[in-house]
C-alpha cells in the first residue's frame, strides 16, 4: 500500500460523519504499533510528525515512518506538525512528509496568515496539501485565512467550547474540511463528527504508555515485560480512538477514492567533454549540494558507469517528492543557474527522463 493523499483522505471524510485520526509517535518504535492498531480496525491514518522533532536530527525517525507507511495494509498520509517557517517546511518535504501543517499560534493574525501564504506556494510547488493553523475560532477568520491562503483544511488552534452549531457554521464560512485536537473536545467529539474532518492526538498516546508503564513497574515487571505493556497500551489507545471517530472500517472506501502518492525519480545519464575527473567530481559536489537544496528534492544521487564502456559515463538521479515538482524543479533560479552555468555546457551529450516505479 502505498502513501496516500491527504488532500483526497480529507475530502472522503468531510461531511460523511467520520473523522481521520492523527496520531503522534510517542517514539519511533511506536510507529508499528499505530500502523497494527489501525490495520486491526481497517481505518485509514494520519502520522504527524512535529517539525522541531525532525529538526533535531529526526532523518533516521522520518525515514521509519515513510517506510512503515508504505508497508501498512491501510490509506496512511504522513502530516509534518508545527510547521512554523518554510524551512521547517522544506525539510520535512525532503525526509519523506507529504502534507504540511502551518503553525501561525503565538504570532499575530497577520503574520499567521503571512506564514499560511508563504507555505501554499510552496506546497503547491511540490503537489502537497496543506492546512494552516485557524488561531481564533470565528467565521470571520476563517473566511480571511482561506481567502488569502487556499489552504486544503484548517487546524482549530483552541476548539475547547465549540458546540456544534457553531462548528458547522466555522465549516460554512471555512468551505475547507476542519481539523482540530481531540483533547479539547472532550464528550462532545460524536456530536462533532458531521462537520470535523480531522481530529489529531498529541500526547494521548505517550500518556497512555507511560501509565502502563509506571503500573507495569510497580507490580515489579522486568524491562522488556514493561516495554510490551507499554506498547499494548500505545495499540490499545489508537483503537479506541479509530473507533471514537468512526474512522474504524473506513480504509477501503478511501483507497477507492483517494490517489497513492507517487514520487518521480529524474534520470540524467550524459556524457562530458573538457573536463578531467576531478573536475567532474566537483561538478557533482556542487550540484548535490545546490540542486538537493532545492523545495521538493529528496535525494541527489551522482554516479560513473562501472563498465569502462558504457555509452554514458556519468548520470544524476534526483528523487522528486510528487510529479508537480518537475515543473518547479525546472524553472527554480538556482536550478537553471546550475545547469546553464556548470552543468550543460559540458554535457551535451546527455538524455533525461522522469519515471514513476511501477509495482
Known amino acids: 500500500m502505498p502513501l496516500t493523499n491527504l488532500r483526497d483522505m480529507l475530502r472522503h471524510a468531510a461531511g460523511r460523519d467520520y473523522a481521520l485520526c492523527a496520531f503522534e509517535p510517542p517514539a519511533p518504535d511506536c510507529l508499528d504499533v499505530i500502523l497494527a492498531g489501525a490495520e486491526a480496525c481497517e481505518a485509514p491514518v ?118 456544534p452549531e457553531r462548528l458547522e457554521g466555522l465549516g460554512r464560512a471555512a468551505g475547507v474540511p476542519l481539523m482540530a485536537r481531540g483533547e479539547a473536545l472532550e464528550g462532545e467529539l460524536p456530536a462533532l463528527l458531521s462537520t470535523l474532518a480531522l481530529v489529531s492526538w498529541s500526547g494521548e498516546l505517550a500518556a497512555a504508555a507511560s501509565r502502563a508503564a509506571r503500573a507495569s513497574a510497580g507490580e515489579g515487571a522486568g524491562y522488556a515485560a514493561i516495554a510490551a505493556e507499554a506498547r499494548r497500551a500505545v495499540r490499545q489507545a489508537v483503537e479506541e480512538r479509530l473507533q471514537a471517530t468512526a474512522s474504524a472500517g473506513k480504509a477501503a472506501a478511501v483507497l477507492g477514492e483517494a490517489t497513492p502518492w507517487e514520487e ?15 573536475e567532474v567530481e566537483a561538478m557533482m559536489a556542487e550540484g548535490r549540494r545546490v540542486l538537493g537544496a532545492i523545495p521538493g528534492v529528496r535525494r541527489v544521487f551522482t554516479g560513473r558507469a562501472v563498465q569502462e564502456g558504457a555509452r554514458y559515463r556519468y548520470c544524476w538521479l534526483i528523487r522528486f517528492a510528487h510529479p508537480a515538482v518537475i515543473a518547479s524543479y525546472r524553472d527554480h533560479p538556482d536550478h537553471v543557474a546550475f545547469a546553464d552555468g556548470l552543468f550543460r555546457p559540458r554535457a551535451g551529450d546527455r538524455i533525461s527522463i522522469d519515471y514513476q516505479e511501477v509495482e
Open 264 to 278: 518521480v525519480e529524474h534520470l540524467i545519464i550524459y556524457n562530458v567533454e573538457g573536463a578531467d575527473e576531478e
Open 46 to 163: 494520519v502520522i504527524a510528525l512535529p517539525a522541531s522533532a525532525l529538526e533535531r536530527g529526526g532523518a533516521p525517525f522520518a525515514a521509519a515512518a515513510v517506510t512503515a507507511a508504505r508497508q501498512a495494509a491501510v490509506p496512511v498520509a504522513l502530516l509534518l506538525t508545527r510547521a512554523e517557517s518554510e524551512t521547517a517546511a522544506v525539510r520535512g518535504i525532503r525526509l519523506g512528509c507529504n502534507a504540511i501543517c502551518a503553525c501561525g499560534t503565538g504570532q499575530e493574525p497577520e503574520a499567521g496568515v503571512a506564514l499560511a501564504r508563504e507555505l501554499r506556494a510552496l506546497t503547491r510547488s511540490c503537489g502537497l496539501p496543506l492546512l494552516a493553523e485557524l488561531p481564533r475560532a470565528t467565521p470571520e477568520a476563517a473566511r480571511t485565512l482561506v481567502a488569502e491562503a487556499e489552504p486544503d483544511g484548517l487546524a482549530l488552534a483552541a476548539a475547547s467550547g465549540l458546540d
